[in-house]
């Protein structure tokens, strides 16, 4: 059997390079381009077809398009009041004025060394360096096992089954 009988196409001689001279190699399936030039090229041709029944759409009033293309809506008369926003008196704003304080770097709670955002947050809200992290090296005044035993009472709750009749 040939292969003009079965539908088969002779494979090519060589590498076909890419058709836009991208330096890749290209393929008959994707129009002897490579395959970013191809996506590009598809994605190119449907916001083609989209951009065309758009304006087709817009031009002919039709709106039993597929429901994607703009809406135009139907100019209503509309009044706008404006709206009038009370501006703070001095002494309001003397009083709840907030003053943000500018932070330095950030530094270790124990040693005063600088950790930029490599330091540790601990449980008592300080922060920390790599040698004072842990709670022993720092006296950390946060009671875990009090938390501990907290979380494992609010996980585990006690469970009573009713009381049964005796016979």
Same mark, same amino acid.
Do not use: W
């Given at each position: 059997? +040939?292969? +003009?009988?079965? $539908?088969?196409?002779a494979a090519?001689?060589?590498? &076909? ?5 991208? $330096? %890749? ?12 030039? %191809?996506?590009? !090229?598809i994605?190119?041709? #449907?916001q !083609? ?9 817009i ?8 429901g994607? =293309?703009?809406v135009?809506a139907?100019?209503?008369d509309?009044q706008?009041k404006?709206?009038v ?5 001095? /002494? #309001?704003m003397?009083a ?6 500018k932070? $330095?770097p950030?530094?270790? =709670?124990?040693?005063?060394k *600088?950790?930029g ?5 601990c *449980?008592?809200?300080?922060l920390?360096? !790599?040698?004072?992290? %842990?709670?022993?090296?720092h006296d950390c005044?946060? +009671? %875990? /096992?009090? !938390?501990? *035993? +907290?979380?494992?009472s609010?996980?585990n709750? &006690?469970?009573?089954a009713?009381?049964?009749d005796k016979?």
């Amino acid at each position: 059997m +040939d292969h +003009d009988e079965m $539908g088969c196409q002779a494979a090519p001689d060589g590498p &076909v390079l890419c058709v836009n001279n991208c $330096g %890749y190699f290209g393929s008959v399936v994707t129009m002897n381009m490579c395959s970013k030039c %191809y996506k590009d !090229a598809i994605l190119k041709q #449907e916001q !083609a077809e989209i951009a065309a029944s758009s304006i087709e759409n817009i031009v002919n009033g039709s709106s039993s398009g597929n429901g994607k =293309g703009p809406v135009i809506a139907d100019p209503m008369d509309v009044q706008v009041k404006p709206v009038v926003i009370p501006a703070p008196e001095a /002494q #309001e704003m003397g009083a709840s004025e907030v003053v943000k304080v500018k932070q $330095g770097p950030n530094r270790c =709670g124990t040693c005063k060394k *600088r950790v930029g955002l490599t330091g540790f947050h601990c *449980r008592c809200g300080h922060l920390f360096c !790599a040698v004072h992290r %842990y709670s022993d090296k720092h006296d950390c005044p946060f +009671d %875990y /096992q009090t !938390a501990a *035993r +907290d979380a494992i009472s609010k996980a585990n709750p &006690v469970i009573k089954a009713e009381k049964l009749d005796k016979i």
